[in-house]
């Protein structure tokens, strides 16, 4: 059985440098983790398009060659607007778990650091524990993401 450990929570709360931190102290522990993303379909595709490593990116900043959409709008109205009313609300999930389970051997642990919508993790079952990160100042404002109900942990 694959663990998933979902981070939750608003842009600049911690989550991708958590999920760094845990990821390294359990393969320090002797298991086997990868890290993904719900949105890296949608990464890899705006990474393709603009020609730059999704990392590097000013995500907040309007671009042209976007029609002036920032690369966090142009993510949002992808995923929200076509991407979640033609293949449904769990699709990201459906997928995080598909590429989970084309690994060979499965790992023990897959730690994602985007989570943002529940309906995501309905696909992965039972088999996932939420981290909610939470930091003075930042907000889902701008944001088509929210938190979760019912974390198991919470981080400030």
Do not use: C
């Amino acid at each position: 059985m694959i663990n998933f450990i979902l981070f939750n929570g608003p842009p600049g709360s911690g989550k991708t440098e958590a999920a760094r931190m845990l990821a390294v102290f359990l393969r320090n522990k002797g298991y086997s983790v990868t890290t993904d993303a719900f949105a890296a379909p949608m990464k890899h595709f705006i990474s393709v398009v603009l020609g730059e490593k999704y990392g590097d990116m000013q995500k907040d900043d309007p671009r042209a060659a976007l029609n002036g959409y920032s690369v966090r709008d142009f993510l949002i109205d992808l995923s929200e607007n076509y991407i979640k009313p033609r293949y449904g609300n769990d699709a990201f999930g459906r997928w995080l778990y598909h590429r989970a389970l084309r690994a060979t051997p499965p790992p023990d642990f897959v730690i994602t650091d985007d989570s943002g919508f529940e309906r995501e993790a309905e696909a992965l079952g039972e088999g996932y524990v939420l981290v909610r990160m939470v930091r003075p100042g930042k907000d889902f404002q701008n944001d088509s993401r929210s938190y979760w109900s019912n974390p198991h942990w919470t981080v400030n």
